[in-house]
């Protein structure tokens, strides 16, 4: 669980717009990229990024907070 504080502030590095974040990654549905979270510790790097096919871009985004 990531901080309330921490996820007002965190921003996608690729279009500086906001992320939602579900209980295992934060995520751009804007861009369709998902970032992983290690430990409690957002890994916000663009090339670590991975894209999100249809199917999981409708989970992620009912499953969102």
Known sequence: ???EKLLTILV???D???LMYTADLL???RLRR???IDDG?????VDE???VDDAEHARLV???Q
């Open 1 to 3: 669980m990531l901080d």
């Open 12 to 14: 996608c590095p690729a």
């Open 16 to 18: 500086r717009g906001p």
């Open 27 to 29: 995520y751009n549905p």
């Open 34 to 36: 998902a970032y992983r």
């Open 41 to 45: 510790i957002p890994v916000l790097l």
């Open 49 to 51: 990024a991975r894209d």
């Open 62 to 64: 009912g499953e969102a």
